[in-house]
């Protein structure tokens, strides 16, 4: 029979990245890359003062915890500025496990809080990608005809092309690539076109450093709330694009595209100070009118898009 100690002990070696609570949602033990994240003066003692559940939805998904066994769920570490996690819950005796991991944030995180190596499970391999991506952008120039020699390489340098510098998302080539797939394969899709309310007065007032940060965040928000299938890019600026594949029906667009207008809405607190901003939505369907010549669509998005700025902003508007 393990002792609990050593079971803590194993947890921390396998998987720094943890946390352990009773069937209470009392916290009895956090893993060494955790503790490291909250840092030693921020005192927790149960799940609900370490986390905000973002997916599922529930308002009191803390209180389900039976609920939340075998399920995969996307956490918001409460720290001065909120860190998303993903995590994997597991019943193990009387306990249950949270195996944490990052997303698309781990560059920002493994510099925000200085990760290295060991904060890591002796087979995750993160801090090796993350110092060959460095590795490759530094050496790029003076190794490019290598590179084009590289199978590995050349796919990364593919990725990069078709990929935004500080969103992680993708840019306007990636997406026109994605549009002229999704056109060719007769599929029925909606294009949401998104732009960013008051965000020159985030600049202007915050500085550049806060608008990236907005951006980021606004990034993150247009991932969590979109399907997995689904295409989100950053065209430039403040203009973001999401392409909803097998769309029949404007109803599923209706409701994303709510849910991201009330979610960027929110106060963002930033390392500058608080700011809030807002998004103008216009949505167009593939559907409609039988369009299927990917500018037209744009152009109904746009259209639309517009049409929610002149009703107010904040708002999705629909080209059914």
Known sequence: MVSKDGLFQALDQLMPLHAVADFDGQIVHVGPTLAKLIGQRRSYHALSDLFRVIKPKKDRAFQDLQGLAGRTLMLELRLEQPEVLKAHCVVLGDKLIFALSFGFTIVDAVRRFGLSDSDFAATDQTIGMLYLSEAYALSLGEFRNLSLRLEGAKRLAEVEAHTDALTGLFNRRGLDAALSDLQQSGQEFAIM????????????????????????????????????????????????????????????????????????????????????????????????????????????????????????????????
Do not use: W
């Open 193 to 320: 076109q998104i732009d960013l309310d008051h965000f020159k007065q985030v600049n202007d007032g915050l500085g550049h450093a806060a608008g990236d940060g907005v951006l980021t965040r606004v990034a993150e928000i247009l991932t969590l709330e979109t399907r997995k299938h689904d295409l989100v890019s950053r065209n430039g600026g403040d203009e973001f694009t999401i392409v909803l594949a097998d769309v029949t029906d404007s109803a599923t667009a209706e409701e994303i595209g709510n849910r991201i207008v009330e979610r960027i809405k929110q106060p963002m607190t930033l390392p500058q100070g608080e700011c809030r901003v807002s998004a103008s939505v216009g949505t167009a369907f593939s559907f409609s009118q039988d369009i299927r010549d990917v500018e037209a669509l744009i152009e109904k998005a746009d259209a639309s898009l517009y049409q929610s700025k002149s009703d107010g902003r904040g708002r999705q508007t629909l080209h059914v």
